[in-house]
């Protein structure tokens, strides 16, 4: 199965969103700066962050090291966070939206759907195990393509670089996660609230784009109510 990259849109990806059965009272907004002000004009409540960010050697170097220091830790993953691992290419934008979702069944009512029957047959599988069952659920990856060749931006779109990345933010359980489907587990980052994940997803966010001080290439979007 091979799959498009997808582009840090909020529309494409809202639309993505509803045909997988995600209702349209909640959508994915552009986060239009990470300071205080641009992050006041956000509708709340935020249940998902999304960051787009370029694949570089500092990443690499920096999920090395972090993937090393989390395995000499006798700390167990959460159990009650949804995170897959990437198996295909070019799925990590999937995968971010489902991640946005998935960790948050409890307040979004999915319709039946395609969507729906990955998370229920996925929610007890281990993060690998779920990255393979998304490889094998070929219609959720060609719901992107049809939405795709739909658009007057297919040329532009399956020609696009794809030395990007997605990875989402959410709150669980008193905590920050990072999820990347890159990375063997979801990254804690500590404690936030439902009302910080935002304001804390910021402070992270800042944190990559301190990595990377020769590029520009950054998108935040987040999931809220629709207004």
């Known amino acids: ?6 582009e840090s849109n909020p529309d494409t990806m809202n639309k993505y969103l509803q045909k997988l059965g995600v209702p349209d ?9 990470l300071e205080d002000e641009a992050l006041g004009w956000v509708p709340r409540p935020v249940l998902a ?3 787009l960010f370029p694949l570089s050697e500092s990443y690499e170097v920096h999920r090395t090291i972090e993937e090393s220091e989390l395995r000499t830790t006798d700390k167990e993953p959460p159990k009650n966070v949804f995170h897959l691992k990437q198996v295909l290419s070019n799925v990590c934008g999937t995968i971010a939206l489902v ?15 395609l969507l729906k029957n990955y998370i229920d047959e996925a929610k007890d599988l281990n993060s690998a195990a779920k990255g393979e ?13 049809e939405l795709v060749r739909s658009s007057s ?7 696009e670089p794809v030395n990007y990345h997605f990875v989402t933010f959410i709150h669980k359980d008193g905590h920050l996660y990072e999820l990347d489907g890159r990375k063997d587990r979801p990254i804690d980052h500590g404690p936030t609230t439902p009302e910080g994940l935002l304001e804390d997803t910021a402070k992270v966010c800042r944190e990559f784009i301190e990595r990377e001080p020769d590029n520009i290439g950054f998108n935040v979007v987040a999931l809220v109510p629709a207004q």
């Not at 199965?1 to 997808?6: D, G």
């Not at 991640?99 to 999915?110: E, F, G, P, T, W």
């Open 49 to 51: 962050v999304v960051l």
């Open 25 to 33: 009272n909640w959508r994915m907004v552009d986060v239009i700066g």
């Open 133 to 145: 069952l998304l490889e094998r659920s070929a219609a959720i990856l060609e719901a992107y393509k």
């Open 99 to 113: 991640h946005s979702i998935a960790n948050n069944v409890n307040k979004i009512q999915l319709a039946d759907g």
């Open 153 to 159: 931006h297919e040329a532009e779109q399956t020609e």
């Open 1 to 6: 199965m091979e799959a498009l990259p997808m």
